[in-house]
């Protein structure tokens, strides 16, 4: 046995029984420690050890490691090193130990809102005891709400509508606090808030707004009607479209519409409005409660039934030639250009000018027949530029009949098909394929009532 060894761990003991702790401080996250110790005299280095795990050699008395485990003890030992970094085994060392915290939760989520509360959940945590929630409005002023507890859910009270709010979502353990999760999310209502009005230049001034839509919308493109005290010169705004068709400018009325999906997502419109002062001061002033908002405006009659255009359609079919079912199919190539080709529009837009003559998302159905001689249906192994919706629960769907939307991403595109097989016992004549356009009426409101469901 080696003296000198009896004489470092004899050292090393009273170390941690008495200076050490307070020599060295971790301030732990749950993956994260940030260390900080007592400069050890004679060291030009240390060599930081952490559960035997990983290991730093550092210039300065504080050091940090990532990459930790949450709820999990770790021990550190920092030794004294000379300028090589080699560890001066004649200094005795300081150990520590430290607890990660809970990880933050995880999966934090809105499940429902109304003008007053909010409700969350997250995924279940085995290690924590309980949640602390905290709720921070717009300008990060703590309120204070009402704050229920579920085993790993909160609802939220006492909020006012149309306001923002962030809450953090903090779980307790045995080893103390957790890390903390942020949600924004807003409380449900509607109306029109102004957000300011500003000096522009040559007299012209500016204003903006947000128009706030209830959340939960009804299927279908959504429309809302905008007026303000007087004309401005002109308004711009985000996440809806301007309805040229059904707005008077000169009556300061605007209609907007959502009639894509991405825009129906966005339950917040912004508004820039422009006016001179000459319109400000003389003939109105622009406030908030002068603007009114009408919401879910109706500017069309209730469809109560659709209109069907048929489609050209080619159809290429082949035949394998050593007549084995399986490579018998065809190609159904659908010409929507034909009937959606708006002759005025901008045929050097990526486009190609069709965008405007084609119904908005959500009207509009394409309903592709397999014929008399092929009342088994076709199969369908490629489809382009549309997507198959199931019929299933559609009132008066045809089994000969397959129904398919263009989506969203699909829009610009007027080339659209399918490639199929068929079953020849069911469909011997495959000439009689048609396919036709549905806009409006009750079953192209169940294929889209389906797709928001
Ligand atoms: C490093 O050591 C010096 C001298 O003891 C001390 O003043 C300083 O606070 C220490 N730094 C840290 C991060 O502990
Ligand atoms: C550090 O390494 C250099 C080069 O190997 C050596 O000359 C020097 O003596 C070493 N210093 C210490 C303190 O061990
Ligand atoms: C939580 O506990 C359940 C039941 O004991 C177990 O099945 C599950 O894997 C645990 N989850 C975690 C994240 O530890
Ligand atoms: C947030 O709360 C603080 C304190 O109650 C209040 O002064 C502030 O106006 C609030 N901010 C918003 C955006 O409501
Ligand atoms: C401003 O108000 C005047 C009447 O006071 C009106 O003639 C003019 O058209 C208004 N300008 C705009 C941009 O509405
Ligand atoms: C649209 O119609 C015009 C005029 O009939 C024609 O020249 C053009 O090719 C058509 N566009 C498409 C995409 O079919
Ligand atoms: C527009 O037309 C050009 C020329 O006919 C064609 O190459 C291009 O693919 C078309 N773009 C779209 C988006 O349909």
Not at 70 to 97: C, F, K
Not at 222 to 233: D, E, Q, R, S
């Amino acid at each position: 046995m080696n003296i000198f060894a009896i004489i470092s761990s004899l050292f090393l003991v009273a170390l941690i029984g008495g200076a050490s702790a307070g020599n060295v401080q971790a301030s732990a996250t749950s993956n994260a420690v940030a260390l900080k110790w007592k400069e050890i005299p004679d060291a030009e280095k240390y060599h930081v050890l952490l559960s035997d795990d990983q290991n730093q050699v550092v210039d300065r008395n504080e050091t940090q490691f990532g990459t930790l485990l949450p709820n999990t003890l770790y021990q550190v030992i920092i030794s004294a090193a000379d300028v090589n970094g080699t560890i001066m085994a004649n200094i005795a060392p300081l150990e520590y130990q430290f607890r990660t915290v809970a990880a933050p939760v995880s999966n934090l989520q809105v499940m429902d809102v109304t003008e007053s509360s909010i409700q969350l959940t997250w995924d279940m945590d085995n290690e924590t005891d309980s949640y602390e929630v905290m709720v921070k409005n717009e300008t990060d002023s703590v309120i204070s709400a009402s704050v229920t507890l579920g085993e790993h859910s909160a609802s939220i009270s006492g909020l006012q509508g149309m306001q923002f709010y962030k809450i953090y979502v903090t779980p307790v353990g045995s080893s103390g606090l957790g890390d903390t999760a942020m949600i924004r999310t807003r409380t449900d209502g509607s109306g029109i808030k102004l957000n300011g009005v500003w000096q522009g230049s040559q007299g012209v001034f500016g204003g903006s707004a947000t128009i706030f839509r209830p959340i939960s919308i009804p299927t279908g493109p959504y429309a809302m009607k905008i007026h303000l005290p007087c004309p401005v010169l002109a308004v711009k705004f985000w996440n809806a479209k301007l309805d040229k068709k059904n707005s008077v400018p000169s009556d300061a009325t605007y209609v907007l519409r959502q009639s894509k999906l991405w825009q129906r997502r966005k339950a917040e419109i912004g508004m820039n409005f422009y006016f001179t002062q000459e319109n400000e001061t003389t003939t109105c002033t622009i406030s908030g409660e002068d603007i009114n908002v009408e919401f879910g405006v109706s500017m069309e009659a209730a469809r109560t039934t659709s209109t069907n255009t048929a489609v050209p359609v080619i159809i290429n079919e082949w035949l394998d030639t050593t007549e084995i079912l399986v490579g018998s199919g065809g190609m159904v190539s659908i010409l929507v250009s034909e009937i959606y080709n708006d002759t005025n529009a901008d045929m050097t837009k990526p486009t190609n000018g069709t965008w405007n003559a084609k119904p908005d998302y959500g009207t509009y159905v394409i309903a592709v027949d397999s014929g008399a001689g092929c009342t088994g249906g076709l199969l369908f192994a490629d489809v382009w530029g549309m997507t198959r919706k199931s019929s299933e629960g559609m009132p008066g769907a045809l089994p000969s009949t397959a129904y398919f939307v263009q989506d969203e991403m699909q829009w610009p595109s007027n080339e659209m098909g399918f490639l199929y097989g068929y079953n020849p016992e069911v469909c011997e004549d495959r000439s009689g394929i048609t396919a036709q356009i549905m806009v409006g009426g009750p079953f192209v409101d169940a294929v889209f009532a389906a797709e928001d469901a």
